[in-house]
């Protein structure tokens, strides 16, 4: 069974930076793809950055240049690294897994197990 455990989550001001590390274990086979996706209350879940057992990875425009996702397999954990970060990335942030996974993707609905989310809030 896949499980996957968020933390890092906190307060930052505009412009800071927070890592996101995500425990992901219960794999039975390599292929799999790891993602975050994120949601403020009272809207939709949104895909944020995924990334591929070979490395591939996908970001949804808000986040491109500032946002970096990477992913250390002999430790089963996956990050988040946040840079220039703005109020309006201020949300809760969910791990995601797709197995089998041989792509990156961001449809929330496209994902197999999910994290219990980590919350961010940037504010001054």
């Known amino acids: 069974q896949v499980q996957l455990v968020e933390s890092g989550g906190g307060s930052v001001q505009p412009g800071g930076s927070l890592r996101l590390p995500c425990a992901a274990s219960?794999?039975?086979?390599?292929?799999?793809?790891l993602g975050w996706f994120r949601q403020v209350a009272g809207k939709q879940r949104a895909g944020v950055a995924s990334?591929?057992?070979?490395?591939?990875?996908s970001y949804s425009d808000s986040v491109k240049n500032r946002f970096f996702i990477s992913q250390d397999r002999a430790r089963n954990t996956l990050y988040l690294q946040m840079n220039s970060l703005k109020p309006e990335d201020t949300a809760m942030y969910y791990c995601?897994?797709?197995?089998?996974?041989?792509?990156?993707?961001?449809?929330?609905?496209?994902?197999?197990?999910w994290g219990q989310g980590t919350q961010v809030t940037v504010s001054s």
């Open positions: 990334i591929d057992q070979g490395g591939r990875t």
């Open positions: 219960g794999f039975t086979t390599v292929w799999y793809s």
């Open positions: 995601a897994a797709r197995v089998p996974g041989y792509s990156p993707w961001l449809i929330p609905s496209d994902s197999d197990s």
